[in-house]
DNA sequence: ATCGTCAATGCAAGCGCTTACATGTTGATT
DNA sequence: AATCAACATGTAAGCGCTTGCATTGACGAT
């Protein structure tokens, strides 16, 4: 006779414990969700029949009766680079403490596909989602609300959008920078900004620049803005045609610091030097803004502070939604800060 | 009287859209899963349903039955940096092409936290698992077992470990590198190591370099090692160890492009020029290795590749596995190669 | 006309869990 | 000793879906 095998035991399930245990699923359910409810002794007795058997709970089900995922989803235009990752590693973090676990999707910067995304995270049940800027369709809004998913807004802090927002007010620090810029003398300035089209960071940026001409009597048509993607050889290939077409520019101010490294290492092939012929500012401070050389005059964005913020205030909606409570106000504005390191400096001559 | 709101209208489900459509739920369920199986006519009749009413499976109704859950688990060792970014955005691009949904973690490079977070994507009904490296408690790999969830390794390629991999030979890549350097004429050398305990990347790359030494008759243990966490202060405090400690060496090898990033910016601090007095190299070529000035020699690391590949096997993995079928051989090595930059050259004097 | 065949559809079980409600125990109170 | 909280535990319904099996009816063959 052909020795049987014990059959592939699959997972255990909740009613193996409490037969292994000797009490009903209920039991067992209470002793892991509300463990108060059930005496020491028995739950004891589950405890230790939950370990001998490795058990696990199985999340679909529980997903299913609970009508909660504990799954909130993000969706980042981009993984590839730094910009996003420690905000978000911070947001996973203060998510992981509270028992959520994250889902992630990057849009690539397309709208489109950020659409599908989000269709796709609340089909999955995510509870909450955590969005990059507030520009998007209205329609999808109204599709969130109608679905009952909070969404809350990073990156970019405006009080009065559809959504509540965790974030920084681009435009007014971008402001301060380019304040910087021009009270260190400079006068022939451009800007590289990422594409403006769907993106209110990048716009609220180039207003902020804006916006320090103005305040300093001049025209704010005066800042030449080149528009390209956030990418290291985007932001060469802008100061190329910057420096090209307008020899003159004593200071390029960047949307971000990809871009601002970019620029650098073009200015470095060029044999431009930084900061004494152009001075060159970025956005974000991400590490890099302090690794390449000049290190970069850059807004401080404390990243971490914002994704843990985030992820307290996703949760507070989350709650609040999930017992059909109005939603908390948890908008908050994460104050940033120039940094002033080696590439900005008084222009020459 | 009180005007009545409709009642906030829950999600339709299945049963809705099959009094909607005049026909049993296991017909509409075929519309959505196996359209071929039921006749063009009533298919009609269901989608206008479906439209109308705008419904959405319910993910975890439906995962719960099917015991697919079309999502996959990654856990990096950190979102920060951006060693892993590259190649994971493009792990998730290839998984959304194929329908599934990834679903991230990361584990500070923490034993006990991978652990425990595999623990939690196997309970969330993850359908595969990928990992960072081999090194690992073999209970972990039993208890995958155990659970039918098949995982696959990344970032390192290990052709008879536990489990199957889709990475690059760390140690010939790094043992290639060292040779480069020296063939230029190095012989004191330093190397700045990631913690090799739990990290066999970190320890492959630290006896690639030393078999470089075995190879050129040299002795191997003349390669001072500092191990610190891959970071880039980290990497600046043990340049600076190395250079106070052993002011002779002639170039330092670093284990990946940050701490090589870490020790560029100590040495302009120290005004010490690379690669004129100390050569530097680094391992990954993560954007960063080419902003950096002097731009890093590195070894270069297809990520992007690496990340699709690792995605079509894990999936292959899933089918297999979903089949009951055996696992298919996946395992697969992605060639590196040396990129020679600024950073390495020839010894003083 | 009768029967068999097969495609289209319906019926109903059950996935693993939570929870309202029912039942059983205990000990304090009178 | 009888009564009754108050609490511990069990019973069972059902969450929304898929799927094996039963049923129906149309059609061609006899």
């Avoid at 769907?198 to 804006?210: E, K, P, T």
């Avoid at 025209?219 to 803005?225: F, K, W, Y």
């Avoid at 871009?259 to 152009?278: D, H, M, S, T, V």
């Amino acid at each position: 006779m052909v020795k049987k095998h014990a059959p592939p035991r699959s997972a255990p399930t909740l009613s193996d414990v409490a037969q292994e245990a000797g009490v009903s699923t209920a039991t067992v359910s209470r002793c892991l969700n509300s463990p108060e409810r059930v005496v020491e002794s028995t739950r004891q007795r589950v405890m230790a029949a939950v370990e001998r058997l490795e058990y696990t709970p199985n999340f679909a089900a529980r997903a299913m009766v609970a009508k909660r995922s504990y799954t909130i989803g993000a969706i980042i235009p981009t993984m590839e680079n730094a910009i996003f990752a420690r905000g978000l590693q911070a947001f996973q973090d203060a998510l992981s403490d509270q028992g959520y676990t994250l889902l992630v999707s990057s849009s690539a910067y397309r709208p489109e596909l950020e659409a599908a995304q989000i269709r796709t995270l609340v089909a999955r049940g995510a509870d909450g989602l955590l969005l990059i800027g507030h520009d998007r369709d209205e329609g999808i809004y109204d599709y969130l609300a109608q679905h009952r998913v909070p969404a809350l807004v990073a990156w970019s802090y405006a009080p009065d959008a559809r959504s509540p927002s965790v974030g920084f007010d681009n435009r007014s620090a971008m402001a301060e920078l380019a304040q910087h810029v021009l009270d260190l003398g400079h006068r022939r300035i451009a800007m590289i900004s990422g594409f403006a089209a769907g993106n209110d960071r990048a716009r609220s940026r180039v207003l902020g620049a804006r916006d320090a001409f103005i305040a300093n009597g001049l025209d704010p048509e005066a800042l030449r803005v080149v528009e390209t993607s956030y990418d290291f050889e985007k932001g060469a290939r802008a100061f190329e045609e910057i420096v090209t077409q307008q020899p003159d520019v004593t200071a390029v101010i960047c949307g971000n610091d990809v871009l601002a490294a970019g620029a650098l290492q073009e200015a470095r092939r060029l044999g431009i030097a930084i900061p004494e012929q152009i001075s060159v500012t970025g956005f974000d401070d991400i590490e890099l803004a302090a690794v390449v050389s000049p290190a970069l005059t850059t807004v401080h964005v404390p990243h971490r502070e914002m994704g843990r913020q985030a992820a307290h205030a996703l949760i507070a909606m989350v709650a609040a939604a999930s017992q059909q409570a109005a939603l908390p106000d948890v908008s908050q504005c994460i104050s940033t800060k120039v940094v002033s390191r080696a590439s900005l400096s008084p222009p020459p001559g």
